[in-house]
């Protein structure tokens, strides 16, 4: 598959699941989990539904083939009056890391924030993730909070 032609980043689709699901598996397996079955149905749904509690999801296609996708959600923040956008995973194939593709995700949901009226978008990474990181150094802040959670 050629990288050279420029990704076009739309919202996700029901047709589009067993391509989302492959892009999905491969984000999770990078970071050494899974989820069971029930699991990829309901976010599939949840995905494509309408409750604006839900996530939603832009993926890069080229060719008609997906080689990315991003999940978002838009959610309140006690220390302000709009609500705020939690950026969860963004993954591009292998194929199409280094063409642009996580930028254009990124972008997006930059985009669908500004449209939304939400004054912040964010996300986490794990700190042994360079290459991502590489990228978000140019288009973020690195922020000093450390993540915890529940044993």
């Known amino acids: 598959m050629s990288t050279e032609k420029s990704?076009?980043?739309r919202p996700l689709v029901a047709g589009d699941e067993s391509q989302w699901r492959a892009l999905w598996t491969g984000y999770l397996e990078y970071y050494e989990t899974s989820v069971p079955e029930?699991?990829?149905?309901?976010t599939f749904a949840r995905l494509l539904g309408d409750d604006p509690q839900d996530f939603s999801c832009f993926?890069?296609?080229q060719d008609g083939h997906l080689i990315g996708l991003t999940h978002y959600l838009f959610h309140r923040h006690a220390w302000k009056?709009?609500?705020i956008c939690y950026l969860q995973d963004l993954y591009a194939a292998p194929e199409?890391?280094?063409t642009g593709v996580g930028r254009k995700l990124i972008q997006a949901v930059y985009d669908a924030a500004d449209a939304a009226g939400a004054c912040n978008v964010y996300w986490l990474t794990q700190d042994?993730?360079?290459t991502a990181r590489?990228?978000?150094d140019r288009i973020g802040k690195l922020t000093p909070f450390i993540r915890y959670q529940r044993s």
């Not at 029930?38 to 309901?42: A, G, K, L, R, S």
């Open 128 to 130: 042994f993730n360079k």
């Open 81 to 83: 009056v709009e609500n």
């Open 7 to 9: 990704a076009n980043i």
């Open 96 to 98: 199409a890391r280094g």
């Open 38 to 42: 029930e699991v990829y149905q309901t």
């Open 59 to 61: 993926v890069a296609e």
């Open 134 to 136: 590489t990228l978000y």
